[in-house]
C-alpha cells in the first residue's frame, strides 16, 4: 500500500465541499500555496490553509503516531486522531461550544483532522490581561459559566485549562469562548462529579490557584451559578442568585472554595518544581567534548550592560561534593531558573560552564550597582527608609513559595529610580520551597536583621522587623513566638565569602590608567604608546575592565577585543581576518600583579565567551606567543578550550595562533592553510 493511498475517511456531510481542492496527503498539503505551519513536532503538525470563495480558513492536524503504544492504540481505532474526530464530532451534536469539524483523513502513516479556524480569537490568559479591576471580575465569572455549560454537553476533558480555551469578544456579556484539544476527553457518557471537581480545580491551578485567590474565587462564583442553573452541579453554590453588570453568579460554599485552593496550591507548586528541574536538566545548548568540558548556556542578551562573573573552585572529590552546600554558580543559575517560572521574567544568566576540574563559571547581569552594605556605609542616614520596601520584597518572595537563604546586606542590591528605590535579592540566595516554614521566614527575617546592624537602634531594628506584611496571616501563638526569638537573635550576623568579580565597559576617565596596567604587563601584552592605546580602545569593538580589588589601587583587569570588521593594522589580527570569519579576536588581557591567580583571566574569557554568543559568532581566537615560550597562557587556553591553528612569525618571534569554536563553522569559515 503506497503512503498516500487513503483507506478510510469520515466527513461532516454538509461540509466535505470545504476540501474541494485541498490535498488530503501531509506531503501534498505542505506544497499547498497559502498553507502556514503554526505548530510542528514529530507527533503532530498544525498548518492553517487560507480561505476560498467556497470554504472559510481550516485547521489542518497531522497525527503521527510513533511509539509502539501508540501505533497498536491507533490499530484498534484508538489513536489520537480518531479519538479527537469523534469527541469534536459528539460534542458538536451536544451543543458544547467546540470547533467545527470538517473531515478526518486516515492513511497508513498517519492522520489528519480538518476542523474550523476560529478567526480573531485568542488563548483565555492573554485575553484576561486585558482588564482590571470589576471587568475583570464579569469575565472570570463567564468563564465559570462557560465551563457549566461544557459539562452539561457530556464534554469531560482530561486536558482543561486555560491556555486550550479560545475567546472572541471584548465585552464580558457577549464574550463567546470555545474548547480545543479534545483528543483526550470523554463525551456523550455524562461527567462524574469527582470529575467534575477534576475539570474546576484544573482550570482554578491555570488561574494561579491560592496565590491569586480573588481570580479563582471569581471563576467559583460564576461556576456555581451555571452548575445550579444548568442543573450540572448544585453543591457548590450557596445562596439566591446574584446579579451584578448583567453577569449572573453565585456565593461559592467555603468548604468548596476551601478545598479548590488548596489542590490548586498543590499543583501550582508541583508544576513549578517540574518545569524548575526540566530548564536544568534540558538547558539550551548542551556540549561535552573529549576533555570533558561541559557548556550550557540559556536565551541570549545583549552584554554590553554592567556584568558580574562568579567562580567556584572544585570540591575535594566524591565526598567533598555530597558534603558541601551548592555553589554560588550553581545556585545562582538555579535561582534564575526559579524567577523566569515564578514570574515569566527573562533570564538574566548570559552563559554557564562547568569544568571538568570542578571550575565553575557564570556570568549574568548584576542584580543592581551597589549592594545594600555598601549604600549603608555611604549613605547611613537614608538606610532606615529601606526597611520598609526591603520588608515588602521579602513578603513577595515568600507569598510565592520562596526562600531566601538568609541573604545579608552583600547579598541585596539596591538601585534607584525615578519612583525611588528598587531593591532585589541575589539569585545565588534563591531557594524554592513551595510552601514556607516558621524557620524559613525566622531566618530571612535574621538575614534582614543583619542588614541593619549599625544603623538602627536595637528597638528599631526589632520594631521594624515585627511589620513584616506577612505577620497578619500567621496565628498569634506563632507571631509570639518569633517576636521573642527575633528579640534575642536578630543581631547575628550571616557573613558569606564574596566571590564576585564586576566587570564594566571601559570609560573616558579610565584610558589613562589602563595604558599604566597595559605597560605593566608588557611584554606578554604589546607595548604601546598613550597616543596610541587611546586609539586602540577607541577602535575596539568590546573593552571591559575589572576594577580594582583593593582601595586605592588601580583597575585590576582590562580586556580588549575585536570583530573581523573593525580598522586594526596588528598582524596577527589581520592573518586570523584572512583565513577565518565571524570570529572575536582577543586582542589583549592585563591583569595586575596584586590580582593574579584569583580567576580574573578566566572571568574575562567567560565575558568574551557570553558576548560572542550574544552576537552569533563562531569562535574566539587569540595568539600566545613562543619566543619566549609562555607555559603558562598555553595551559590557561588549553584548559579554557583553545586549540592550535597555526604559527608564524610576529615581529621576529613566533606566536601560536589559537582557537575556541563556539558553533559548528561553515565550510567558508575554515582554515585554509598556515
Known amino acids: 500500500m503506497s503512503p498516500s493511498q487513503v483507506f478510510t475517511r469520515d466527513h461532516h456531510p454538509h461540509r466535505i465541499g470545504w476540501l474541494d481542492g485541498i490535498p488530503r496527503h501531509q506531503d501534498d498539503l505542505l506544497r499547498f500555496p497559502g498553507v502556514e505551519i503554526l505548530q510542528s513536532g514529530s507527533q503532530r503538525t498544525v498548518l492553517r490553509i487560507p480561505p476560498s470563495p467556497s470554504r472559510p480558513t481550516l485547521i489542518a492536524k497531522i497525527h503521527r503516531e510513533t511509539d509502539l503504544a501508540a501505533r497498536f492504540r491507533r490499530l484498534i481505532g484508538w489513536g489520537r486522531a480518531r479519538l479527537e474526530w469523534n469527541n469534536l464530532v459528539r460534542a458538536e451534536q451536544g451543543g458544547a461550544s467546540v470547533p467545527r469539524p470538517v473531515a478526518l ?81 470523554r463525551i456523550g457518557f455524562g461527567v462524574p462529579a469527582h470529575r467534575r471537581r477534576a475539570m474546576v480545580q484544573q482550570v482554578a491551578s491555570a488561574l494561579g490557584g491560592a496565590r491569586s485567590a480573588a481570580d479563582v474565587q471569581h471563576f467559583l462564583e460564576g461556576w456555581a451559578y451555571g452548575a445550579r442553573a444548568l442543573g450540572v452541579d448544585a453543591t457548590w453554590a450557596r445562596g439566591g442568585d ?15 472554595m476551601t478545598e479548590t485552593l488548596q489542590k490548586a496550591e498543590r499543583a501550582e507548586i508541583h508544576r513549578r518544581r517540574r518545569h524548575i528541574s526540566r530548564a536544568l536538566r534540558n538547558p539550551v545548548y548542551h556540549r561535552r567534548n573529549w576533555q570533558g568540558v561541559e557548556t550550557v548556556h540559556g536565551n541570549q542578551l545583549d552584554t554590553d550592560g554592567i556584568l558580574q562573573v562568579r567562580r567556584e573552585r572544585g570540591r575535594g572529590g566524591l565526598l567533598g561534593w555530597l558534603r558541601s552546600r551548592p555553589t554560588i554558580p550553581r545556585a545562582s543559575w538555579f535561582g534564575d531558573r526559579v524567577r523566569q517560572t515564578v514570574w515569566r521574567c527573562l533570564p538574566q544568566a548570559a552563559l554557564f560552564i562547568e569544568r571538568c576540574n570542578g571550575e565553575e563559571l557564570i556570568v549574568e547581569k548584576q542584580p543592581g550597582t551597589m549592594t545594600l552594605a555598601a549604600f549603608s556605609r555611604q549613605s547611613p542616614d537614608r538606610t532606615r527608609g529601606l526597611l520598609g520596601p526591603l520588608l515588602e520584597t521579602l ?133 604601546l604608546s598613550a597616543a596610541d592605546f587611546a586609539a586602540l580602545i577607541e577602535t575596539a569593538a568590546m573593552v571591559r575592565v575589572v576594577d580594582a580589588v583593593r582601595e586605592g589601587e588601580g583597575p585590576a583587569g582590562l580586556l580588549v577585543v575585536m570583530r573581523p570588521e573593525d580598522d586594526y593594522d596588528s598582524p596577527n589580527f589581520l592573518w586570523f581576518r584572512r583565513y577565518f570569519d565571524n570570529f572575536a579576536y582577543v586582542d589583549r588581557v592585563a591583569i595586575a600583579a596584586s590580582a593574579r591567580r584569583s580567576g580574573i583571566g578566566s572571568a574575562l574569557y567567560a565575558v568574551t565567551e557570553a558576548w560572542a554568543r550574544a552576537r552569533d559568532l563562531s569562535s574566539i581566537v587569540c595568539e600566545v606567543n613562543l619566543e619566549p615560550r609562555n607555559e603558562g597562557s598555553l595551559v590557561f587556553h588549553h584548559n579554557c578550550g583553545f586549540r592550535e591553528v597555526g604559527q608564524k612569525l610576529s615581529r621576529g618571534k613566533a606566536v601560536m595562533m589559537m582557537q575556541k569554536k563556539l558553533r559548528d563553522q561553515a565550510p567558508g569559515e575554515d582554515i585554509i592553510s598556515s
Open 395 to 527: 513578603h513577595r518572595y515568600h507569598s510565592e513559595g520562596i526562600h531566601l537563604d538568609g541573604a545579608s546586606a552583600e547579598e541585596w542590591y539596591v538601585e534607584q529610580n525615578r519612583d525611588g528605590f528598587e531593591l532585589r535579592p541575589d539569585a545565588a540566595s534563591i531557594r524554592y520551597r513551595g510552601t514556607l516554614t516558621r524557620e524559613d521566614i525566622f531566618e530571612d527575617l535574621i538575614g534582614l536583621g543583619t542588614i541593619f546592624d549599625g544603623s538602627l537602634t536595637a528597638r528599631d531594628r526589632l520594631r521594624g522587623l515585627l511589620s513584616y506584611p506577612g505577620f497578619s496571616a500567621l496565628p498569634v501563638a506563632i507571631v509570639r513566638s518569633l517576636s521573642v526569638r527575633l528579640g534575642q537573635r536578630f543581631a547575628t550576623g550571616v557573613s558569606q565569602e564574596d566571590a564576585v568579580v564586576c566587570i564594566r565597559p571601559a570609560l573616558a576617565q579610565d584610558v589613562e590608567a589602563l595604558h599604566i596596567l597595559n605597560e605593566a604587563n608588557a611584554p606578554e601584552v604589546g607595548s
Open 242 to 256: 446574584q446579579h451584578t453588570d448583567d453577569i449572573d453568579w453565585a456565593e461559592v460554599e467555603p468548604k468548596r
Open 105 to 185: 483523513e486516515q492513511h497508513d502513516d498517519h492522520d489528519i483532522v480538518f476542523i474550523d479556524f476560529l478567526l480573531d480569537t485568542e488563548p483565555f490568559p492573554h485575553h484576561l490581561e486585558r482588564y482590571q479591576g470589576e471587568q475583570r471580575t464579569a469575565v472570570l465569572r463567564v468563564l465559570g459559566r462557560w465551563i457549566a455549560s461544557i459539562m452539561r454537553a457530556g464534554v469531560d476533558a482530561h486536558d482543561i485549562h486555560t491556555g486550550n480555551i479560545l475567546v472572541r469578544g471584548v465585552e464580558p456579556t457577549s464574550m463567546t469562548l470555545w474548547l480545543i484539544d479534545l483528543h483526550d476527553a
